[in-house]
Structures are given as structure tokens and as C-alpha cells.
């Protein structure tokens, strides 16, 4: 029997009175939850958002994508707590509360600057591929791609997950709280409950049929086989556990009877493709890589490298258009072509060049060189959508011989963004890839599907395609967590989720910022226009789509679509303000 929690009520927000944003920034009526009941500091953020209004505070702020995990992070800070402190907690409540997004089970990627030393640290806790797999994965008997989903249900999908092993790595590195501080919110909550919200409830609706292929996974969103709803109470013992665990010994994840019940489910899976084992998961490691930056208007603008292409396309979509002016803002055409064109250049050197740096050679260096970028600038001086574009040859040491990538990515994913009192600042993308992952479950969290981000095809004529599957291997991200720099300081920090619309997502909150003059929650709310391969995808129900006519007849085919983005964003100068996605149900706390 479902119980209905009063005092943690859950109400859907109507199409009206959700938002009301300033004119033209904020989409109306996009199913935004509004929670209510959470005390006094969450209804003020609530509030912010829905008048539009960026949170502002002076000592720390905290912005992800649902409250109550956002409330633990916000805990941790005003328990003295760092950013890094912060950041575990809110990653272990949003394993809970937002479990179709991210958690236990996924992996995530870390910008973290560091306010005592001024250093810049990139972390890489990405998923990786079972030492058993083969460029083949994805294929099947006749050498032909795997349909989506018939590749993301089940065991063939799963990689070994790092956000376990990221979250242990960064308590060490740069935690101060005990992390048995850190991870009891969560345990409360998963053992005394919390209200499904609003947009859990429609993707489990919507996600019927495959989150019932799996016993566990079926029992838990379906409880007595009805999909449970907004405001159902739920409970979670065994993610309870699970944390209890982690908290004696975070290294415990890969090992033991944890690790054994991966393996059995994955292998067990009904699609009979998983191939994980204890191995794969006793030599997991967080790889700390090297931060890409490029130059935009005066500021450095810094993220992930690969195996993420975040950074670098990101920053060769900036590079791009570093020499045009864009002030006449969002709902100008020429400003859309600009930027439209500026991806469509980028995403073509991401599927030629992309991939993860352990396995082959990928020149990050000369993809973001400002002359490279500059003299590829030169096919956007024209008034009309480039008929065709193609990837670049990048200055490079090794001779390449590559075939394209366009694997399919779509939305999914959740992003963090914490500044503490001390002034560091953390910026972490968090993915188990599908709404949901493999749909596999187990010891109370979810497991990715993040091996799809592979290319499904290895080859082409038989040229090699960077990011295909081989063992060991991480796949490509779209994941761009970045934090902007002004003379050696944060100004800036952000993500998002979206799939391969993260990109895209990314550079504009960023052009709304430094060339539209827009403050935080302005930056998150733009209509989105994004294009990645030609198509141009403008966001249905916004003032997006009166671009519509205009970029048709710059030979673009447009298409009004739902671009669900979760931005959160904040900007960090005399005061902290930070914006959160109206889009979905996050928020920003600060003090
Ligand atoms: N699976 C989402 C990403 O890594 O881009």
C-alpha cells in the first residue's frame, strides 16, 4: 500500500504558475516539480527559481538537480564542511532520490580548483570496459550495429562503475568531514523514506516495459506491478546498506560480496552479454588527467579531456567564435548560424578525432589551438548555413587514419556544482548514460549502460573509428563540467546533462554569460537552439522556435523538439549567484 507523505508533500506544478521568468529566457510550462515542505531555505530557493531570480550568497553555494540532495550538500557546508565534503553527499542522495540519472552504479567526471594553491585538477572516474570486450560488442551476427535499446537493456552495456571510487578519491584528497557525516543523510532517507518527485514518477511511467525485464529493478519502480508515482513514499534497505558499507571501507565497493553481486547480475542478465568480472572490477582506478582550457573573451574556460570530449568541443565551439560578435543575443539569426555552424565544425573533428586517450593517439593540443581554430573560423564569415562541413587536420606528431563516429547519445545524466567558504569550487558531471542505465539493479542502486557511449561500429571500409569498444577501454563522454577562469580565478562554474547536447548546452549558458550579460539563472533558461550534426534542434514551447523561418532559410533543417538540459551554474565574483535549471526540479542553496 502506497503511503503519502505530509510532510514532505510533492505537488506537480501546473503549466502556468511554474515559472515566470523575464521575457523570452525561461520556457513555460516544462514539467518543473515544486517541492514543498523541506523547510524555509529550500522554499526560498524554489521561490528564486520560479521569479526567475539567480540564489545570491556571500560565504558557499550548492546547486543539483533535486533538493533534498542538494539540502545534504548544503549541510556539509554549513557544518564547515569543503566543496569536496559537499560533493559526496550530494552524489550519494542523488543515487537515491534521482536514481535514473546517476549513482553507485555510474561513473563521473571532476573539475576541481583548489583555492590554496590556485590549481586546477581534472579527475576522471569514467566507467570502463571489461577486459573481455571486443571491438565486436555492439554488433551482431551478420557485423551490423545493434538497434539502441537492444544494446542498453542488459548485461552487454554495463561498464565497471567509478563514481564509488571518484567520490572515495576526492574525500581523500581534499575532504575534511568524517564521510560517515557525509553519507548519513542518505542512509536516513533511504531508510525512512522519501516522496518520489514528479519527473522519477513520469520516467518510470514511460520506461514500463524495460524496467520489467528485471526482477529487482521491477519490484523496486513497480511495486505490486503498478509504477509508482509523484509523492509515493519509498524506501531503499539495501542502497542503506550498501552505503553503510561504503562508509567502513569506500574501497569495499570493488571487492568482496559487492563486487560478486555486479558480476552475477550482470552476467545473469537475460540478454546473456555481460562479461564484467571480479577482475575488471578489482583494477578500477580514477585517473587524474590533464584540464583543457582555451581562451574566450578573455577568460579561460577549462574541463575535461578525454576520454570526455566536453572540454575540447566546448572549447573549439568558443575558439570558433571568438572573432565573431555575438551581442545581438539568443533570438538572432545570425548569431544562431554562428553558433549552430561553430558545433557543427566541432562535432565533426569529435567523431573523426575522440576517444580515450589510453588507447589511441588523440590530438587535444592541436584541436584547440587558437591558429587551427581561427583559420577553421574562416568557413563561418559566409551569411548561410555551411552546406556540408568536415573534420579538420589538427597539428599532430602521428599520422591518423580514422573514420567518422556518430554514436547515438541521448539525454540522461545529472550535474553538480558546489562552491565551499574556503573558495573552492567543484564541478562534476555524473551519468549512468540511459534514463535508468541497463536497468539492472542491484544492492539498491542501478547499473550504467555506459559502454554504449562506444561506437557501435568499429570500422568503416575498414578504417578504425577511435572510440570503438576495446577492453579496458572508457568510452566517450559528452560530459563537460567546466569552471571559467579570469586571471587565475574562478568566475564561472557549470554543467549539464543531455547527451551529446551537453556540448552544446554548455557553450551557450556560457556565451549567455560573457556575451549576453545574463546572470546565472538568466544563463540556464535561454531557449535552447543546438545543433550537433545539421539538423537544428530548437526548443519546442519557447521563443526558440520563432527561429524557426529565419534558419530555414539559411538552409537549415529546423526541428522543435524538447531539449531538456539541467544546468547548474554558478557565477563567482564579490558575491556567489548561482541559477538552476527550470527545466527540472534542481536547485541552488547557498549561505
Ligand atoms: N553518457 C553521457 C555522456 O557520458 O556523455
Not at 96 to 116: I, M, R
Not at 221 to 228: E, I, N, V
Not at 379 to 384: F, P
Request: charged fraction near 20%.
Amino acid at each position: 500500500m502506497r503511503v503519502l507523505l505530509s510532510a514532505l508533500s510533492v505537488v506537480i506544478a501546473g503549466a502556468a504558475g511554474a515559472q515566470q521568468a523575464a521575457d523570452g529566457v525561461a520556457p513555460e510550462g516544462v514539467g518543473v516539480g515544486e517541492f514543498s515542505g523541506l523547510g524555509p531555505r529550500v522554499e526560498a530557493a524554489l521561490a528564486s527559481k520560479a521569479e526567475g531570480a539567480p540564489v545570491v550568497a556571500q560565504d558557499w553555494m550548492v546547486a543539483a538537480a533535486h533538493p533534498l540532495a542538494v539540502q545534504a550538500g548544503a549541510d556539509a557546508l554549513a557544518a564547515g564542511g569543503t566543496a569536496a565534503d559537499a560533493l559526496v553527499a550530494v552524489q550519494v542522495t542523488l543515487g537515491l532520490v534521482e536514481p535514473q540519472s546517476s549513482g553507485l552504479g555510474g561513473g563521473a567526471f571532476l573539475v576541481w580548483y583548489d583555492a590554496a594553491s590556485g590549481a586546477l585538477t581534472t579527475l576522471d572516474g569514467r566507467e570502463t570496459a571489461p577486459l573481455a570486450a571486443t571491438p565486436q560488442r555492439f554488433l551482431d551476427a551478420d557485423g551490423q550495429p545493434l538497434k539502441f535499446y537492444d544494446a542498453v537493456v542488459g548485461g552487454r552495456s554495463v561498464g565497471v562503475p567509478g563514481t564509488p571510487a571518484l567520490l572515495a578519491e576526492v574525500h581523500e584528497r581534499w575532504g575534511k568531514l568524517p564521510f560517515a557525516d557525509l553519507t548519513a543523510p542518505a542512509i536516513a532517507l533511504a531508510e525512512e523514506g522519501f516522496a518520489v518527485s514528479p519527473r522519477l514518477a513520469g520516467l518510470i511511467a514511460e520506461d514500463v516495459e524495460r524496467l520489467g525485464r528485471f526482477q529487482a529493478t521491477a519490484d523496486y519502480f513497480m511495486p505490486g506491478g503498478a509504477p509508482l508515482e509523484a509523492g509515493d513514499r519509498l524506501t531503499n534497505a539495501a542502497y542503506a546498506q550498501t552505503l553503510r558499507m561504503m562508509t567502513r571501507d569506500p574501497a569495499s565497493f570493488y571487492t568482496g560480496d559487492n563486487a560478486a553481486a555486479i558480476v552475477a547480475a550482470v552476467g545473469g542478465a537475460m540478454d546473456g552479454a555481460g562479461l564484467l568480472s571480479a577482475v575488471d572490477l578489482s583494477i578500477y582506478d580514477v585517473r587524474e588527467r590533464a584540464p583543457v582550457c582555451v581562451t574566450y573573451r578573455a577568460h579561460d574556460v577549462c574541463g575535461m579531456g578525454p576520454p570526455s570530449s566536453g572540454a575540447v568541443a566546448v572549447g573549439q565551439i568558443l575558439g570558433l567564435l571568438e572573432g565573431y560578435d555575438l551581442s545581438a543575443g539568443p533570438q538572432d539569426a545570425t548569431v544562431r548560424r554562428l553558433m549552430g555552424d561553430a558545433a557543427r565544425l566541432a562535432f565533426a573533428d569529435r567523431g573523426r578525432y575522440l576517444a580515450d586517450t589510453d588507447y589511441v593517439p588523440v590530438p587535444v593540443k592541436g584541436l584547440v589551438d587558437p591558429d587551427y581554430l581561427a583559420a577553421r573560423a574562416g568557413q563561418l564569415a559566409g551569411e548561410k548555413a555551411l552546406d556540408e562541413v568536415a573534420p579538420g587536420a589538427p597539428e599532430f606528431d602521428h599520422a591518423l587514419n580514422r573514420a567518422d563516429d556518430r554514436s547515438i547519445e541521448l539525454p540522461s545524466t545529472s550535474h553538480i556544482t558546489i562552491v565551499d567558504g574556503a573558495g573552492n569550487v567543484a564541478s562534476m558531471t555524473t551519468t549512468i548514460e540511459n534514463g535508468f542505465g541497463s536497468r539492472i539493479m542491484v544492492n539498491g542502486y542501478l547499473l550504467n549502460n555506459e559502454l554504449t557511449d562506444f561506437s557501435f561500429a568499429s570500422h568503416e571500409d575498414g578504417v578504425p573509428i577511435a572510440n570503438r569498444v576495446e577492453p579496458g577501454k572508457r568510452p566517450r563522454s559528452s560530459m563537460a563540467p567546466t569552471i571559467v577562469m579570469k586571471d587565475g580565478a574562478p568566475v564561472l562554474a557549470l554543467g549539464s546533462p543531455g547527451g551529446s547536447r551537453i556540448i552544446g548546452y554548455v557553450a551557450e549558458a556560457i556565451v549567455a554569460s560573457l556575451d549576453w550579460g545574463m546572470d546565472p539563472q538568466q544563463a540556464v533558461s535561454v531557449p535552447h537552439a543546438v545543433n550537433r550534426f545539421g539538423t537544428y534542434d530548437l526548443e519546442e514551447g519557447t521563443a526558440a522556435t520563432e527561429l524557426s523561418g529565419p534558419l530555414a532559410d539559411m538552409g537549415y533543417e529546423v526541428n522543435a523538439t524538447a531539449l531538456t538540459s539541467g544546468l547548474h551554474l554558478i557565477a563567482i565574483g564579490d558575491d556567489l549567484r548561482g541559477g538552476a535549471d527550470p527545466r527540472r526540479e534542481g536547485i541552488v542553496l547557498g549561505d
